[in-house]
């Protein structure tokens, strides 16, 4: 059975599965690569969403380990230093996540920077975007 180009992940459309997997970051974008959607820049949405999510997540747990290595020696007043870095990484995630997702929902793709090379990784966007 051949899939209608028009159509994505589970019947919907392209711009839809792409929003989907970008809104639900890890979880959504798992589940429509799981769909396997015929349009290449949609898997590239879910690759770039699901890799987003796992770098952000790698880096604040990083962060929360020093910031406890940091008191157990009793420098705490140095892990404070730390705090703003962690605000200002969650400001910018929060800020990448919803302009990715609203860019999926219009049917393109945004690229963004080191997150898409990593993306590229496992799926190589298309020339168009």
Known sequence: MIQDQSQSSFGLAPNVAAGIASFFTWLGG????????????????AVQAIVMFVVYFAIIIGLNVVVGLLSALHLGILALILFPVEMILGLAYFVAWILMTVKAFQGQAMRLPFISTLAD????????L
Request: net charge positive; hydrophobic share 50%; aromatic share 12%.
């Open 30 to 45: 798992l589940i429509i690569l799981l769909g396997k959607p015929p349009q290449q820049w949609v898997r590239f949405v």
């Open 121 to 128: 990784r496992w799926v190589s966007a298309s020339t168009s």
